[in-house]
């Protein structure tokens, strides 16, 4: 299992970025899919998951609104599109398999987002 996620970077507040995930080495079309970010000094906050159809979504509070969660099982790839960034949106971003209980047994190396003028 390989999860590699790109589209991170430095943006002003109130801009946006796409982030993707590619992922080999399972059925991705079979999994729910997350997204899970750590800013710096704090733990791990889960962002968001997509079930494997894509026809389901969730999000937490503080990115409703201005976060999309999206996949593409064609590609391969899932995607988090981030509109309206604020600087607390500032975090290293992974992308990580769910699994039984809706934990997550697989992650990626992770891409850093940062929201700065």
């Known amino acids: 299992v390989q999860l590699v996620e790109s589209g991170g970077g430095l943006v002003q507040p109130g801009g946006s970025l796409r982030l993707s995930c590619t992922a080999s080495g399972f059925t991705f079309s079979t999994y729910g899919m997350s997204w899970v970010r750590q800013a710096p000094g704090k733990g791990l906050e889960w962002v968001s998951t997509?079930?494997?159809?894509?026809?389901?979504?969730s999000y937490v509070d503080s990115v409703k609104g201005r976060f999309t969660i999206s996949r593409d099982n064609a590609k391969n790839t899932l995607y988090l599109q981030m509109n309206s960034l604020k600087p607390e949106d500032t975090a290293v971003y992974y992308c990580?398999?769910?699994?039984?209980?809706?934990?997550?047994?697989?992650w990626g190396q992770g891409t850093q987002v940062t929201v700065s003028l």
């Open positions: 997509i079930s494997s159809s894509g026809g389901g979504t």
């Open positions: 990580a398999r769910v699994t039984v209980g809706w934990s997550h047994d697989y």
